[in-house]
T-cell receptor
Framework: ETGVTQTPRHLVMGMTNKKSLKCEQH?????MYWYKQSAKKPLELMFV???????ENNSVPSRFSPECPNSSHLFLHLHTLQPEDSALYLCASSPPGPLTEAFFGQGTRLTVV | AQKITQTQPGMFVQEKEAVTLDCTYD???????LFWYKQPSSGEMIFLIY??????QNATEGRYSLNFQKARKSANLVISASQLGDSAMYFC???????????????FGKGTLLTVNP
């Protein structure tokens, strides 16, 4: 247990569905992240939030919409996804400062059918 | 831009033996951090060890040690006395050393799948 919890753990959705991924941390961290892990590819950073403000959008398509209502919660809203969006979506959080490790959740395994 | 290269897609090691997982990096930053993460089949990324670019000593955490060779831009992970539970994907990562949230992002390598044989 790293202290970062993601729900659901598995999600199967159709291309016309709308769903949301949830991430929660009570570690007192101020930064939260969404990463995408596709098969045989390195982890790709999607979004960064610092004190609830989005500070990084790594050219992510608009069908992925993040939301950070407070420093402890992060959502990723999904709509009209494509099959190639199927991947493991990992949430992470970190304390202040650049040279600190990120704590990851267990991820949501997303399958788009 | 930062880049991490892990050239070993897969590695095998006998239980109780040591194994080295390779990692080379490329960056123009003077200050940066290097990390190793373990990802078991459950999916969670588990932090193992950290090395700062200005740290003169190689980092150690229990059975994990990081062989940091700055001139060669390498940060190999050494696992001593391998255990069956060490079987997992291992990722090398780095972050820039500048402060500020927008500059904090981990760049990951493609990973190495370690299999520990009994």
């Amino acid at each position: 247990e790293t202290g970062v919890t993601q729900t659901p753990r598995h999600l199967v959705m159709g291309m016309t569905n709308k769903k949301s991924l949830k991430c929660e941390q009570h570690l007192g961290h101020n930064a939260m992240y969404w990463y995408k892990q596709s098969a045989k590819k390195p982890l790709e950073l999607m979004f960064v939030y610092n004190f609830k403000e989005q500070t990084e959008n790594n050219s992510v398509p608009s069908r992925f919409s993040p939301e950070c209502p407070n420093s402890s919660h992060l959502f990723l809203h999904l709509h009209t996804l494509q099959p190639e969006d199927s991947a493991l979506y990992l949430c992470a959080s970190s304390p202040p400062g650049p040279l600190t490790e990120a704590f990851f959740g267990q991820g949501t395994r997303l399958t788009v059918v | 831009a930062q880049k991490i290269t892990q050239t070993q897609p897969g590695m095998f090691v006998q239980e109780k033996e040591a194994v080295t997982l390779d990692c080379t990096y490329d960056t123009s930053d003077q200050s940066y951090g290097l990390f190793w993460y373990k990802q078991p089949s459950s999916g969670e990324m588990i932090f193992l060890i950290y090395q700062g670019s200005y740290d003169e000593q190689n980092a150690t955490e229990g059975r994990y040690s990081l062989n940091f060779q700055k001139a060669r831009k390498s940060a190999n992970l050494v696992i001593s006395a391998s255990q069956l539970g060490d079987s997992a994907m291992y990722f090398c990562a780095m972050s820039p050393g500048r402060s500020g949230g927008s500059n904090y992002k981990l760049t990951f390598g493609k990973g190495t799948l370690l299999t520990v044989n009994p």
